[in-house]
Structures are given as structure tokens and as C-alpha cells.
């Protein structure tokens, strides 16, 4: 679910900048780069502005119901970015609506999450914890950005263990794939829809 509640949020993102809710687009929305300098160095092109990235930081506690479902309180980071040819105040500040600061960006996503469950079953409402400054990197510096990261923490359902009456013998898995849009980002497919791939699998010695 982890992967999942990261595209939900970048999806998040993307449908209140194209509805008009935010005033401005998001032009990039991707999972947390390992560095920063790397990344920015090792682009194809220019970088496009606003953007934000993702990131998975680790569970905070775990704990087990009676029901036997365990949950966890996962922490994340939205890490948002915005670009100005003046300097490093002008791109936290930003320069009207359309070009906005990395406070607005922050502020508004905050105003979209806190309290959001993403639409997942089982999930938590977002709980917002932390914001802060990234620290200005060399290239960061060259490219004129500015980056602010939004921790926050969400409980998230990771197992249950219940089983009812014996279980019959495993001897055929089978499976229907969503394969998800390019990015990563996006709708999951109508129910209704022909699964994208399919495996099965039966165990030697079992009857097909």
C-alpha cells in the first residue's frame, strides 16, 4: 500500500491543479530522487516547474487490533519545488498565482491533505507533523529553486490474521495485473475492464 498512497497523492496534486482548486498546474510529480545534485545533473532536459515529489520514511509504531489486523503509522514527506530567475527569496515567495513560491505550494498542499483518507480502504486520516526548509545543494543553487519538505503520518492496515475453518489445499494461484499508467501515476482500471496480463499457476500433482 505504500507505493499506493504515494501515487495517490501525487494524483491528488495533479486533479486540483487541472480542476482549477489550485490556481496552477503541477508540470512534475515523481517519487523522491535518491540525490539531489545527481538527479538534477542527470535530467534530459529543463526541469519543469512546480513539482513534487514523494517519499516513503519509515513506519513510526505498529500495533494489532483484537480482530487481528495490524496497522501501521507510516510517516511520508511531500517535497515541493518551485523554480525563479531572481534569487532564493524570490522562489520561496513566488511571483502571483501562477508562478508560486514553495510557501504556497506547501501550504496548499497541506490545506488538500491534512485530514484526506486518499480514497484507499483502510486508510487513516493524513495527520500533518513537520515543515521545513530543504537545505540549498550546489546545483540547487545553480538551477534557482527552492525545495520545502511536508512530513505528515497516516495509519495504514498492513496484515490480517483471521482465519475461519480449515483451509483447503493450495493448488492453484491465479492472478489478474493492472499494469499502471506510464509515471505511475493515475486511475486504477474499471473493475469491469479485461485484466492488462493474467497468471496462473498450478502446483504439480494437482488437478487443473
Known amino acids: ?8 497523492v501525487l494524483e491528488l496534486l495533479r486533479d486540483a491543479g487541472e480542476d482549477g482548486r489550485l490556481g496552477y498546474v503541477y508540470r512534475t510529480l515523481e517519487t523522491y530522487p535518491d540525490e539531489w545534485d545527481e538527479y538534477l545533473k542527470d535530467l534530459k532536459g ?10 516513503f520514511l ?8 483484537d480482530e487481528g489486523v495490524t496497522y501501521g503509522l507510516a510517516r511520508f514527506a511531500l517535497v515541493m519545488g518551485a523554480e525563479h530567475l531572481g534569487n532564493e527569496q524570490a522562489t520561496r515567495h513566488g511571483g502571483g498565482e501562477a508562478k508560486p513560491g514553495s510557501y504556497q505550494l506547501a501550504f496548499d498542499a497541506i490545506g488538500l491533505m491534512a485530514g484526506n483518507d486518499l480514497g484507499l480502504v483502510g486508510l487513516g486520516p493524513i495527520k500533518p507533523r513537520r515543515l521545513a526548509l530543504v537545505r540549498r545543494t550546489p546545483e540547487m543553487r545553480k538551477a534557482k529553486i527552492s525545495l520545502i519538505a511536508f512530513e505528515w503520518e497516516v ?4 496484515m490480517a490474521l483471521i482465519l475461519d475453518g480449515e483451509l483447503a489445499d ?3 494461484f491465479h492472478a489478474n495485473w493492472d499494469v ?3 509515471g505511475g501515476i493515475g486511475p486504477d ?4 475492464e479485461p485484466a492488462d496480463a493474467t497468471d496462473t ?3 504439480e500433482g494437482a488437478t487443473p
Open 1 to 8: 500500500m505504500i507505493a499506493a498512497i504515494e501515487n495517490a
Open 201 to 203: 499457476v498450478t502446483l
Open 170 to 172: 493450495f493448488e492453484t
Open 58 to 65: 519509515g513506519m513510526v509504531s505498529m500495533e494489532q487490533d
Open 46 to 55: 529543463p526541469l519543469r516547474w512546480p513539482g513534487a515529489w514523494c517519499v
Open 189 to 192: 482500471l474499471p473493475d469491469d
Open 155 to 158: 495509519r495504514v492496515p498492513i
Open 180 to 182: 499502471p499508467p506510464f
